[in-house]
């Protein structure tokens, strides 16, 4: 019992995920196997009493956050963290980067049709993407790539959860309000979706 409610301490008070490694260090008896296996006890608990809150797997890690339905009444209080709202064209460059990466502003632009130098710093100021190298072409330009906040942004584990590249615009949308999978681990059946924070909403990228 100790241990699960360390482990939901841990969960609670963090703003950020947190992974089954990172989780173990809370006790030292506890190693990342036990760790996955109180998730589950946690996930069937919260589940079992329709808590308004859920553990997620988000970006190689998990997070208490609390469930969509709860998202409308939550951004009534300042004092609650809001998602970020992002443009179509925010949302256009950053599936084209997400499959494209590492890629330059140029290559984006000629995707595009449009200029984009100033989506592209929108999307740095926000840590949605970063500089990770220079190209070879002339002037040697830089180079953007997504960042582990678009992942957290977007409820993925990892670039590999990324849909085909025709759907992601869309899921991109759908997810800025806050839809990312719950960790469900040994879950028996379910495919249950959710999205919005414990200390936060899920999906928001916010955190607490």
Known sequence: MKNKQIIEALLFASDAPLSAQDLARGEEEMDPAAVESIIGELWAEYEAHARAFQVYEIAGGYQLLTRPEFASHLERFETVPRSTRLSGASLEVLAIIAYRQPIGRSEVEEIRGVGSSHVLRTLLELGLIDVVGRGEGLGRPLLYGTTQRFLDHFGF???????????????????RSGEPAPAVPNDPGGDGRAGSGSAGVAGSGDGR
Do not use: F
């Open 157 to 175: 584990a990892s670039l590999d959860d990324l849909p085909r590249p025709d759907e992601l615009p869309v899921v991109l949308k759908e997810r």
